[in-house]
């Protein structure tokens, strides 16, 4: 693939990513049509559809499609098709219906699903492009190419731009979610704690405490100490103390009496 045909490619497929929110690896709906053209040709159809969308894909094909492979007798064709993961489009496969009609009731009328659309039928192609918002892959001769985006996919993908513009880049252009008031708590009001005065702590000796309490907890009863009063010794020349001195004088006045 040609360096300016891949840059195209890839910002066709941005446009596809940021406006119509397309996730990897991409649903690729693949018609019979397109299948029996390249194994017609020897063209690798999965690496050919990696290499044109520039990225993983998840080959699908409907029942209605594969029904229209059994009738070619196409062995070939027919295991490529069953190599792709079924997508069950609720048609019975007894009355199946024509692949074109079958993809575009699928497709149609939004893209819900976010298909990428890999095809040789060109009404079907023709008819799609009112749909906004799908790729559109098919082979010329021998090379894949993709289909240019439709005015209806531009028309989309601009008001989609303005809206973010106008409402504000985050806005997915959804209204937004109401949220709920707190609901208020029922009893009185709690007072505001930067009007209320501490307490004042009392300041406790905790070492006087600890020395008043035993080894079971218990308080122990503060002894009354006697004090004692000292006789101060002096001494006489003839030997004596005060105190003996004393005595000896009550002794001789009883004496007297």
């Given at each position: ?7 195209s490619?890839?910002?066709q497929?941005?446009v596809y990513l940021?406006?119509?929110k ?5 649903q ?8 029996l ?14 290499r ?10 409907t ?11 196409n062995?070939?064709?027919?295991d ?7 997508r069950?489009?609720?048609?019975p ?13 699928i ?5 819900k699903?976010r298909?990428v ?6 009404e ?15 082979m ?19 008001d989609y ?5 106008t ?9 937004p979610?109401?949220q709920e ?6 009893g ?21 405490e600890n ?6 907890g ?15 010794k002096t001494?006489?020349p ?7 001195k ?8 009883d004496?007297?009496?």
């Amino acid at each position: 693939m040609r360096q300016k045909r891949a840059k195209s490619y890839k910002k066709q497929m941005n446009v596809y990513l940021h406006a119509f929110k397309f996730r990897e690896p991409f649903q690729t709906i693949i018609d019979d049509e397109i299948i029996l053209h390249c194994e017609k040709s020897s063209f690798d159809l999965i690496k050919g559809l990696k290499r044109t969308i520039q990225s993983e894909i998840k080959p699908m094909i409907t029942q209605c499609c594969m029904q229209s492979l059994y009738k070619t007798n196409n062995q070939t064709a027919i295991d490529i098709g069953k190599s792709f993961e079924r997508r069950r489009c609720n048609h019975p496969p007894s009355d199946p219906l024509a692949p074109k009609d079958c993809i575009k009731s699928i497709i149609a009328p939004d893209n819900k699903h976010r298909y990428v659309l890999a095809s040789q039928i060109f009404e079907l192609r023709k008819e799609l492009m009112n749909v906004p918002g799908v790729p559109m892959v098919f082979m010329n001769r021998s090379v894949m190419v993709m289909e240019p985006i439709s005015k209806m996919t531009l028309r989309y993908a601009n008001d989609y731009e303005n809206k973010k513009l106008t409402g504000g880049l985050n806005s997915t252009g959804q209204e937004p979610v109401k949220q709920e008031p707190a609901k208020k708590r029922k009893g009185p009001k709690q007072p505001n704690p930067l009007s209320i005065k501490k307490k004042k702590v009392e300041k406790t000796d905790e070492n006087k405490e600890n020395r008043d309490n035993d080894d079971t907890g218990e308080v122990k009863e503060k002894k009354i100490r006697r004090k004692r009063k000292h006789t101060r010794k002096t001494d006489h020349p003839d030997g004596e103390t005060t105190a003996e001195k004393e005595q000896d004088v009550e002794q001789n006045a009883d004496e007297e009496s």
